[in-house]
């Protein structure tokens, strides 16, 4: 962990995460979904890794009907009980359910009120300013022993680009929109950068938690809990650990009431375990699918299908088609080490979207060697009986030989001299019909 690769591997993330919001942002906004990562988990899973680590969360159970959520309830027994939403998206607490009921985030002190509180959330959409329009449906609620909070700080630690490493980020104003303090109170966010190599310093823990405010025997509860979120992060390649409110209790007590984790995904070969929790009931079912061999989906509005090698060809061939007059269907991102059985995959995928009256191959084999690109459309053409008219820009790598494969397969395959021709190509095929 301990090496730059660390802080390549959030950048990667991070610009990731960029192109999806931009490709996204570029869907009518009926469709807009909240840009997503690869690997999400809800807020029980995220807690349950803090308390492996030492890191002070509330006890709760976790159910998907209302009836467990009542049994849990009773099995807490506790002064007062927080039922939670459990969504992938933030800002429950002000969020609205389709069921009418107000709050993603309820406090009660009768089981049988959970019950009933938990019947108008499960099964619902809840709607938050991050969610789509149309909000996410709650599967699971979340079933917590509540506390008193007497202060609600915020604390996080993320992989910053600009000083090549994590950084803590703190602010004695929690609870709410961070970027909203940050916006309006910028000298009430606190930040300490970490040596990767020597991790966060006593002096450091100790600072910032006296800048969120923590007083006496709470300051030095803070600083512990600091580091061990830290150790927590380092342990799971997290790129982000976000904990608002990070607060305290009239009992004197420091807990992480809330919790959000982003992984990098890089480190899914040494991160089985977290991996394996991943939580993609809220992606779109063609997503999951493509994940499982290996290719990146994301679905568009229109009825030119993409696909395309790489984060910046997307774009640049998103660009192209809309320059050109057309609209994109979705992008199936191949990645690098390419295999011919994906290639088929991938357009199995591509195909099977209704909206799709084209498809535009774009690929530059830098890495990914044409030939079996070829071979794999040629396959795939046979053996889906393709549909629909298919324009093809190789470029790069064993491109000659590709070309002379498509050639001879005597396939209606059009080719394409360049990506401008490629996009003018698939458009008017599009617009033909
Ligand atoms: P979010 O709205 O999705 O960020 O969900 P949070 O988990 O942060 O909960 C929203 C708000 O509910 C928090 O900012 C707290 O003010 C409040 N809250 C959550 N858990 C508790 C609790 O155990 N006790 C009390 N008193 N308030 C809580
Ligand atoms: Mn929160």
């Known amino acids: 962990m301990a090496s730059p690769m660390a802080s390549q591997a959030g950048t990667a993330l991070r610009d990731l995460a960029l192109l999806r919001a931009s490709l996204l942002a570029r869907r009518s906004p009926a469709v807009q979904l909240a840009p997503r990562r690869w690997l ?185 809990q600091i580091k061990k979120l830290y150790n927590l992060f380092l342990k799971i390649d997290a790129t982000q650990v976000e904990v608002n409110p990070f607060g305290e209790t009239p009992e004197g007590q420091v807990v992480c009431f809330d919790a959000k984790i982003n992984f990098d995904d890089n480190a ?49 061939t998103c660009d192209i088609i809309s320059l050109n007059g057309g609209k994109p269907a979705n992008f199936l991102d191949l990645g690098g080490g390419v295999k011919e059985a994906q290639v088929y995959q991938a357009f199995k995928l591509l195909t099977a979207d209704p909206k799709v009256e084209a498809i535009l191959v774009n690929i530059f084999g830098g890495i990914v060697n044409c030939a079996i690109i070829a071979n794999g459309i040629t396959k795939a053409c046979r053996e889906l009986e393709l549909k629909v008219p298919l324009v093809v820009r190789l470029e790069g790598t064993n491109v000659h030989e590709a070309k002379r494969i498509l050639t001879e397969s005597g396939l209606p395959i059009t080719a394409a001299s360049d990506l401008e021709d490629a996009a003018k190509k698939a458009v008017a095929s599009v617009t033909k019909k």
């Open 40 to 224: 999400n988990l809800q807020e029980y899973q995220s807690k349950k890794l803090m308390a492996d680590h030492g890191v002070t969360v509330q006890r709760f159970f976790v159910a998907d009907t209302a009836n467990d959520a009542l049994e849990a309830a009773k099995r807490l027994n506790a002064t007062e009980i927080v039922l939670k939403a459990q969504i992938l998206a933030g800002g429950r607490g002000k969020g609205v359910f389709s069921s009418g009921l107000k709050g993603g985030v309820h406090l009660t002190k009768d089981p049988k009120v959970v019950g009933k509180l938990a019947e108008q959330m499960i099964g619902y959409n809840l709607t938050t300013k991050q969610t789509p329009k149309g909000g996410v449906k709650v599967q699971k609620v979340m079933v917590a022993e509540a506390l008193d909070i007497s202060r609600e700080t915020y604390f996080a630690i993320l992989m910053d680009r600009a000083c090549n490493g994590p950084v803590l980020v703190g602010s004695p104003q929690g609870g709410v929109d961070i970027e909203e303090v940050a916006a309006k109170s910028p000298e009430l966010i606190f930040k300490e950068e970490i040596d990767i190599f020597e991790g966060v310093k006593d002096l450091q823990a100790q600072r910032l938690a006296e800048n969120l405010g923590f007083k006496g025997l709470l300051q030095q509860q803070a600083a512990d």
């Open 268 to 316: 899914e070969f040494r991160q089985k375990e977290i991996f394996a929790m991943d939580d993609k009931s809220e992606n779109e079912p063609i997503e999951n699918e493509a994940a499982q061999y290996d290719l990146k989906y994301i679905g568009l509005d229109g009825n030119i299908a993409c696909f395309v090698n790489g984060a910046g060809l997307a774009m640049a």
